[in-house]
Structure formats: structure tokens, C-alpha cells
């Protein structure tokens, strides 16, 4: 990628002509028309981040973390901070930046979680360098620059991965005959899923069978019932699964 070329990789801490394209091709944010989400990314300098799929681009004008939050109760997905507590109390994810993940995909987040960029790891075809300046390639053509290095970055993916294969671990042993992440994750052919591919990380499991999953039906009764013993009129306010 040439001085030229950059033009076309999209900044999330910088406006471009780019910005605006994908503005206007973008349509409103409905969670229950998007399946699998590529990356979010918020619009600098302003309120709201874009939704990249294969196909589309939608926009949401809340946060990466409210947006995450709308999707996963439309679908009835985990709840992200209840998955958070889980994996730091598990102790093999990490302590901070933690991933959202449901049964079918992943996404992890950047930098800080509410006003980053979220990718998922299964979409990202490239991670290249430029002079001094990361570069991700996702598989539905979108260039990203990256705020962060190579290590930290693949590092941060490879946990997004780890964590999926598990929870798909916990739900689809019967259907799926495997033994180690890898074996849940179904890479695609690309740099990047070849890097991955050879992780320490995605060789083993470092959960019994389930355990993330049981932990969580625990947190979660915990983390939003608990307050109905000093309030039991505040079940409204509850985002029941």
C-alpha cells in the first residue's frame, strides 16, 4: 500500500472523503436483519459507529458496546459485561479488553471497549505494515488502520478465537467431533487464518467442558437478580435472555 493507496484504509481517529462514502451508503442500524457482524467502527469526531457485514454497511448512532448490547437481545445472545466478569474469573482470557463472543462469531475490541474499533477475527484476510503503520484487510475488501501493533493485536484476536471455540465447545460437542479450539473455529484460507492457525493458544483447551458456559447461567442469575431482593419492582429493567 502506497502514500496514495492509505487514502483508501479507513481511520477511525481521522475524517476523510472515505468516511463520507460510507455514510451515505450506510442504512440504519436493525439488529435482526444482520447475521455475522465484520468489524464497528466509531465515526470520529462524532456520535455513533458503522456496522460492516459481507454485504452491508449499517450505522448506529450509540456506541460499539450499546450497539453489541442491542444485537445480542435481539438475538438472545450473551450478555457482554456477564460474559466479562466470566472469562476474568476464569483467569486464561485476560483481565481488561475482553471479547464479545455468541455461538456463531467473535469480535474484540481494540483499545478501550466503549469508543474503539471491534473486529472479528475469522474476517480479517491481512494485518500489514506501512513505514511505521499497521494495516488490517478484512475479507469483504474494507482496509483499516490499526491504533495498536502486530503482537498486541494478533494477541487480542487469538483470545477472540480461543473464547468462541470454547463456548461452541461447551454447546456443540455432541455435533461437532473435536479436541482442540482449532477444530471449532473453521478458518478461512487467508494470511491472517494461517498466522492464527499456528497460535499456542488454539491448541488446547484451558476449560473443562462447558465450564464458561455454567459459569455464566451462575453470573448471570446473580448479576441480574440479586437486586430484585432489595427491589422486586425493578424485574422491568431487567434484559431477560
Not at 42 to 52: N, S, T, W
Not at 116 to 145: H, M, R, Y
Request: glycine share 4%; with cysteine; proline share 6%.
Amino acid at each position: 500500500m502506497d502514500e496514495m493507496n492509505q487514502q483508501e484504509a479507513l481511520n477511525d481517529r481521522q475524517w476523510s472523503q472515505l468516511w463520507e462514502r460510507y455514510l451515505e451508503e450506510a442504512i440504519v442500524f436493525d439488529p435482526l436483519t444482520i447475521h455475522e457482524i465484520n468489524c464497528i467502527v466509531p465515526i470520529p469526531d462524532r456520535a455513533g459507529v458503522l456496522i460492516f457485514t459481507d454485504t452491508e454497511i449499517h450505522f448506529s448512532s450509540v456506541n460499539a458496546v450499546k450497539t453489541l448490547h442491542r444485537f445480542s437481545s435481539a438475538h438472545s445472545f450473551s450478555d457482554y459485561e456477564v460474559l466479562s466478569i466470566c472469562l476474568k474469573k476464569l483467569g486464561h482470557f485476560g483481565k481488561y479488553k475482553m471479547p464479545w463472543a455468541c455461538p456463531f462469531f467473535a469480535l474484540f475490541p481494540l483499545e478501550g471497549k466503549d469508543q474503539t474499533i471491534w473486529l472479528n477475527p475469522i474476517k480479517l484476510s491481512n494485518v500489514f505494515k506501512v513505514d511505521e503503520q499497521f494495516f488490517a484487510e478484512l475479507t469483504n475488501g474494507l482496509c483499516l488502520v490499526l491504533p495498536l501493533h502486530y503482537r498486541r493485536f494478533i494477541e487480542r484476536a487469538e483470545i477472540a478465537c480461543l473464547v468462541l471455540a470454547t463456548i461452541r465447545r461447551g454447546m456443540l460437542h455432541y455435533g461437532i467431533d473435536g479436541e482442540i479450539p482449532l477444530d471449532f473455529l473453521y478458518l478461512p484460507n487467508t494470511p491472517f487464518a494461517k498466522s492464527l492457525s499456528k497460535r499456542a493458544s488454539l491448541k488446547e483447551f484451558r476449560t473443562p467442558l462447558g465450564e464458561i458456559n455454567r459459569l455464566y447461567q451462575q453470573t448471570y442469575s446473580l448479576y441480574h437478580c440479586e437486586p430484585l431482593m432489595y427491589d422486586p419492582d425493578d424485574s422491568d429493567h431487567i434484559d431477560w435472555l
